[in-house]
């Protein structure tokens, strides 16, 4: 079972893109699913997550212009990234985490933002 990312791409600043996330097989109890991202030179960074409740968080930099979802069913999540600067710039990742610390990862997906 793996997760997989798409809907990274090229966009102007203060465009918009949709990244999404699945799991390629059935699996069941995760707790947390959320993105990440990595910019070059830099630690990766935790810019949302949600847990199976609904409850959300927020890196404060993209606080107002991200927005996190996901469907429980189907154990897929999204993210919205709305007034997209440059600073967004990086490779993101989905992750998920079971409720018994199992972690997964997607590949990362690259997202460019132009000034």
């Known amino acids: 079972v793996q997760l997989q990312a798409s809907g990274g791409g090229l966009v102007q600043t203060g465009g918009s893109l949709r990244l999404a996330c699945a799991f390629s097989?059935?699996?069941?109890?995760?707790?947390?699913m959320g993105w990440f991202r990595q910019a070059p030179g830099r630690q990766r960074e935790l810019v949302a997550s949600?847990?199976?409740?609904?409850?959300?968080n927020y890196a404060e930099a993209v606080k107002g212009r991200f927005t996190i979802s996901r469907d429980n069913a189907k154990n897929t999540v999204d993210l919205q990234m709305n007034s997209l600067k440059p600073e967004d710039t990086a490779v993101y990742y989905c992750h998920a985490q079971t409720v018994r610390l199992l972690r997964y990862w997607g590949q990362g997906t690259l997202v460019t933002v132009s000034s």
């Open positions: 097989g059935t699996i069941s109890g995760i707790n947390y």
């Open positions: 949600i847990t199976s409740g609904g409850r959300t």
